[in-house]
Nanobody, 116 residues
């Protein structure tokens, strides 16, 4: 059984920062990567950033230069540093862990609200 848990969400003013944390527990046998996704009300879930074992990162264009993904995929730990937040970043943020084979594992989500 694999469990994925996110934390660090909350209410922040425009221009502010938050750091999200994610940790997985339970053996996945072999992990490929981890990532962050978000879903705003009335919108589809979208990829935010991914971190692949070995250190390769990928970001959606809207967060480039503002968000940084980091962590240790082998230890099944990942972070998302979010800077210069704007109201369009408001969403439920989900962490996912992807094995080399098999199903992805998802966390419960953590709410990020950017508002004055």
């Amino acid at each position: 059984q694999v469990q994925v848990v996110e934390s660090g969400g909350g209410l922040v003013q425009p221009g502010g920062s938050l750091r999200l944390s994610c940790a997985a527990s339970g053996s996945m046998f072999s992990i490929y990567g981890m990532g962050w996704y978000r879903q705003a009300p009335g919108k589809q879930r979208e990829l935010v950033a991914t971190l692949i074992s070995g250190g390769t990162t990928n970001y959606t264009d809207s967060v480039l230069g503002r968000f940084i993904i980091s962590g240790d995929v082998a230890k099944e730990t990942v972070y998302l540093q979010m800077n210069s937040l704007n109201p369009e970043d408001t969403a439920v943020y989900y962490c996912a862990a992807r094995p080399k084979y098999g199903r992805d594992y998802w966390g419960q989500g953590t709410q990020v609200t950017v508002s004055s």
